[in-house]
């Protein structure tokens, strides 16, 4: 009995979805006889995976934790840091305020590059290894979190489309059965068997299961654009769901379940992970306040210097061969004057000249910019530094990390009594809704069986209206019932399958 109401029961929504999906959208003919999109649960699951972007957002993550374990891992090598600059300054006085540092005689043009080399290693970078990493993994396990999340939302959505279709058909068999008793009614209204108030109860009957047909429209609609922004892109409004759920006995073993949840619970990994990067930024952070930093730097650097005035380079030179030449003869002058000689002197001040050679050199000396650079001494620095006393700043920072970790173990730990809870109260959510799909089972048979007599009472006279009309509400009722005990089912498993962290429906 319980399997043919069944598929009695699926056979006439089949029979009816489409010609009210027609009147729902207002389609022409041609349009009605055209084959619409069709979407199981599993495609719309993965276009929510690829399109909705509250989890994109998530799943953005991934990215960065990615990159920042990579440069954890590439704090161990040096820094190199690469510059190079070119510059230009006219001739003239150079002022700041009333200050006066002297004038210029040339323009010149400059360069300079510099090439620096920098590697330090600390207890961050020691401990910042483990710390990113799990940061990562952390990251990981909110991403499939989210997804889990998102598929249970999609799956709810998708029930809750497929719900809003069923309604539409138990709103078009409340049409169809009024239209029925208004035809049975006005057949014995016209013989004279009934008074003609009868006739006027069976349209308003008539009229109240139109209004019930209108707003079942409304709702399939409205599903169907909820389903569409849970799944990140717009649907056809014509789409059709074709996933196919079946009614089971649930025998699953409630501790089974409650360990599988402690066990693989997305969510709960997720915060596992994370209590396990509190951990390790705790760690970090206590032994880089202690540890001393080494840091070790060397580079190396040249410049460019040319004056645009060859004239002015070369009258500067000469100048100074003539310093050294008379300097030179002055020196040989105290050394005669002296009664006993300077060692050395007196000298030859001749070579002091300036030659054609020499100004040759010069001007060529002077073409370097901007790439001839004259390198600079090369420099290489240590640092070790250890701190000492810091405010009791240090002593904040792990009293700050260590209550982190120990917040996040305690998040950790109500989400596994969360869990144990949740799963508990799903299965016997499931178990009570499949009772109540079965007793209801009965009483669709009932009523239905209920309506058949009263219509066969009324059309012989041997049953009044009222006695038709309320079997037609029982009926209503108990179709009504069916419908909602049957979807209960359907929520209750999505929401026992949410709690243990995984399908748990054949196939």
Not at 364 to 379: E, G
């Amino acid at each position: 009995m319980t399997n043919d109401i069944r598929t009695r029961w699926t056979a006439r929504r089949h029979r009816t979805v489409l010609a009210a999906l027609c009147l729902a959208l207002s389609a022409t003919a041609v349009e009605a006889q055209q084959q619409p999109d069709r979407l199981t649960l599993d495609e719309a699951v993965e276009l929510a995976r690829q399109n909705n972007p509250g989890f994109l957002s998530t799943e953005n993550d991934r990215g960065p934790a990615a990159w920042n374990e990579r440069a954890a891992f590439g704090a161990f090598l040096p820094r190199l840091d690469a510059s190079a600059s070119a510059g230009f300054t006219e001739a003239g006085t150079q002022r700041i305020g009333t200050l006066d540092f002297g004038s210029q005689s040339t323009d010149w043009y400059s360069s300079s590059y510099s090439l620096g080399l920098t590697w330090t290693m600390s207890g961050n970078t020691i401990f910042g290894v483990s710390n990113a990493r799990n940061s990562r993994r952390a990251t990981d396990a909110r991403v499939d979190a989210a997804a889990f999340n998102l598929e249970s939302s999609v799956a709810f959505q998708y029930m809750t489309t497929l719900r809003a279709g069923d309604q539409l058909d138990v709103a078009q068999r409340q049409l169809d059965r009024a239209q029925q008793n208004l035809r049975i009614v006005t057949t014995r209204v016209s013989s004279g068997a009934a008074a003609g108030t009868e006739g006027k109860q069976a349209e308003v009957d008539l009229g109240r299961a139109e209004v019930g047909l209108i707003q079942a429209q409304r709702d399939v609609r409205q599903a169907k654009l909820m389903l569409a922004e849970q799944i990140g892109v717009a649907l056809p409004a014509d789409i059709e769901l074709v996933s196919e759920f079946t009614v089971f006995e649930p025998d699953f073993d409630v501790d089974e379940l409650v360990d599988a949840a402690l066990d693989m619970h997305p969510s709960l990994n997720a915060f596992r992970a994370q209590e396990g990067a509190r951990r390790a930024a705790a760690r970090q952070t206590k032994t880089s306040q202690y540890l001393p930093t080494v840091s070790v730097q060397t580079g190396f650097r040249g410049n460019t210097l040319q004056a645009l005035n060859e004239e002015f380079l070369i009258t500067s030179a000469e100048d100074r061969v003539e310093s050294q030449r008379e300097s030179c003869e002055f020196q040989n002058a105290i050394s005669a004057g002296l009664s006993s000689p300077l060692p050395g002197y007196p000298r030859d001040c001749g070579g002091f000249v300036m030659t054609d050679e020499m100004r040759r050199d010069l001007i060529s000396a002077n073409d370097v910019f901007p790439f001839s650079f004259t390198k600079l001494p090369f420099s290489l620095s240590v640092q070790v530094s250890l701190p000492i006393f810091t405010g009791f700043s240090r002593q904040s920072q792990v009293a700050q990390a260590s209550a982190a970790a120990d917040d996040a173990e305690h998040d950790r730990r109500a989400e596994e009594l969360r869990l144990r809870t949740a799963v508990t109260s799903a299965a016997d959510n499931l178990e009570s809704a499949f009772r109540v799909l079965e007793a209801e089972e009965r009483n669709l048979a009932l009523a239905e069986e209920q309506l058949f007599l009263q219509q066969r009472r009324y059309s012989l006279g041997a049953a009044a209206l009222l006695e038709l009309l309320d079997a037609q509400t029982t009926m209503t009722t108990a179709d009504q019932a069916y419908l909602n005990a049957l979807y209960d089912f359907h929520y209750s498993l999505i929401q026992l399958e949410a709690a243990v962290g995984r399908p748990l429906r054949d196939g």
